[in-house]
């Protein structure tokens, strides 16, 4: 315990010592107004807070006088010296029972020097804060000016918000958006303000760069600078810790859940009226996001047939759809590449309503969009349905190494590292063009890309066109069934994967004629014995016929095989 402030009456009473209390926070705590501000009322001037200084402050939201709460929570219990004694000679503790209810301190008014010490001790051992007041003090008159001093607050912190609401709604209708939003509220609370999608990824951001910085270096946020919502609370905090300096809440239209709107701060704990303030912003944000989503599906309407009929080939001669893009602020008078991004989940046989798949598709366009927007703000990105379409921009001296290495790391962003409700998709990469006019064929080849690319390696699959081979051929036999049967005829028991034999003997066979039947290429890949692969071959052959010396066969075994790592057949 600690003294605050001295009292006439108990000057000369020695309490139990402690170290000084640190200065109170400029803001006022979670749950109401300090015990600090409250000794500055008449009815406690001159009193002395006794308080643990490794206990955290504590605020005041309600005042009563001893055993008239059942749950004094937050409460000032306020008792005079008579009561106190009449407690204890029934054999009950005020303080422990205080301190259990989760009072935040007890006001006692009046006593001795001998009673203060001997309370001032009982106190301490139940760890709750005592306010010793004079003996002229009424506990009813301190219970009176505690609830005027907290509802002075709320008054304040109403007319606070109400002005800081105003200002916001005023950004908005003035034609502001998320960003002007964020800079009003990293104002008023000060640090860094973001707005992020439901699933993390940050739309807009204000605050000094010092700020920013700091908070995107937070755990909270994972190496792709995605905010971690699913290990994010929403809503106040325990106002102790690190994760007490920043704060969450929802940004939300109707049914519809548009993001989240977080503040950070680097030296002070948020309260509670500062969350109230981040959801009266929230209102706000959800205005501005739902008039940028009305603005953008008109534009949207437009580019979007505009990009259907430039990759059907309906958009007039090149230099006619090189200008049209141009007035849409796109620019595909350069070398390019078409990627197509498809979700792995099928909407069209989904368990979810129509309004979450659409939200869902909305949110992945724009996930690509803003991606894109940071490597090439020129390139044409667009959702149709399922999938999202970008024109991309490639150097002229660019390989396809060089090409899946930029779209790989644009897919990386997008994906991040999981979490947050995000669905993976599949990606296709056709080969470069240089002219308009090549688009369908290029938009043919990454949709062809994507399908047999994830046929082949499964969801998330990231592939180029050149990369599919023979698979592309494969690929354009429409009843999978007929290739099921085929595989099966060809490889007969290998086809199966019920044991580890067949598994290991169909890789022996796919290495043999990798390797254009040279055994002892072959026994090297497979760390084999070269007389152990001649075992090998004579059962193989036993099995499939003289692949060996039959070239025919080794061509059907070999598209087997191909077919066979196709999946969904």
């Known amino acids: ?298 534009e949207s309407k437009y580019r979007a047939e505009f990009l259907r009929d430039a990759l059907s080939g309906r958009a007039g001669s090149p230099t006619e759809a090189v200008a049209h893009a141009a007035s849409l602020g796109w620019d595909i008078d350069r070398r390019l590449v078409v990627v197509v991004a498809e979700t792995d989940e099928d909407d069209a046989h989904s368990t979810r309503s129509p309004e979450e798949v659409g939200v869902l598709q909305e949110r992945f366009s724009r996930a690509w969009s803003q991606a894109m927007a940071v490597r090439d703000p020129r390139a044409p990105v667009m959702g149709f349905s399922q999938e999202v379409v970008a024109l991309c921009g490639v150097s002229p001296t660019a390989d396809t190494d060089a090409i899946m290495r930029t779209v790989s790391e644009v897919v990386r962003v997008i994906s991040g590292i999981g979490g947050g409700g995000r669905r993976t998709f599949s990606t296709g990469v056709s080969r470069p063009i240089d002219s308009v006019a090549d688009l369908p064929q290029a938009y043919d080849e990454a949709l062809s890309a994507v399908s047999v690319g994830r046929q082949l390696h499964g969801d998330s699959a990231v592939t180029h066109f050149d990369g599919l081979g023979v698979f592309r051929l494969l690929a354009l036999i429409p009843d999978s069934a007929d290739l099921r049967r085929f595989v099966d005829e060809s490889l007969g028991g290998l086809a199966a994967d019920d044991s580890p034999e067949n598994v290991d003997l169909r890789r022996t066979l796919s290495i043999l004629i990798d390797t254009n039947m040279n055994v002892a290429e072959t026994a090297r890949r497979l760390f084999f014995h070269y007389n152990t692969l001649r075992y090998r071959i004579v059962k193989l052959e036993k099995m499939l016929g003289p692949f060996t010396t039959d070239p025919q066969l080794r061509l059907k075994l070999a598209l087997a095989l191909k077919v066979h790592q196709m999946r969904g057949i």
């Open 1 to 298: 315990m600690v003294n605050v402030a001295k009292d006439d009456a108990l000057v000369d009473a020695e309490l139990p010592s402690a170290s000084p209390l640190t200065a109170p926070p400029s803001h006022d705590l979670v749950g109401g107004v300090s015990l600090e501000r409250l000794l500055a009322l008449p009815s406690l001037a001159g009193a002395r807070l006794l308080h643990d200084p490794d206990e955290p402050a504590r605020g005041v939201s309600r005042a009563s006088l001893l055993g008239a709460a059942p749950e004094p929570r937050h409460h000032l219990v306020c008792a005079d010296a008579e009561t106190i004694e009449a407690w204890q000679a029934a054999g009950r503790d005020p303080f422990e029972q205080c301190s259990l209810d989760g009072a935040t301190a007890l006001a006692v008014a009046g006593g001795t020097s001998d009673q203060a010490l001997h309370w001032g001790s009982q106190a301490a051992a139940a760890r709750l804060p005592l306010v010793l007041a004079s003996r002229t003090a009424a506990p009813e008159r301190i219970v009176t000016e505690v609830l005027e001093a907290v509802l002075d607050q709320q008054a304040g912190i109403l007319e606070r918000v109400e002005e800081a609401h105003q200002i916001l709604v005023g950004v908005v209708l003035a034609g502001g958006g998320l960003e002007d939003l964020c800079q009003q509220l990293a104002g008023f609370l000060g640090g860094a303000a973001m707005v992020t999608t439901s699933d993390g990824r940050v739309l807009a951001s204000a605050g000094s760069e010092a700020d920013l910085a700091a908070a995107l270096s937070l755990d909270c946020f994972d190496r792709t600078g995605r905010l971690i919502t699913e290990h994010e609370p929403v809503g106040i905090r325990p106002p102790h810790g690190a994760s007490a300096r920043r704060a969450m809440v929802r940004i939300a239209a109707g049914n519809l859940n548009h993001g989240l709107l977080a503040a950070f701060v680097g030296d002070r704990a948020l309260t509670a009226d500062d969350v109230h303030l981040l959801e009266r912003a929230a209102t706000v944000a959800a205005l501005a996001i739902t008039k940028e989503q009305a603005v953008s599906a008109v």
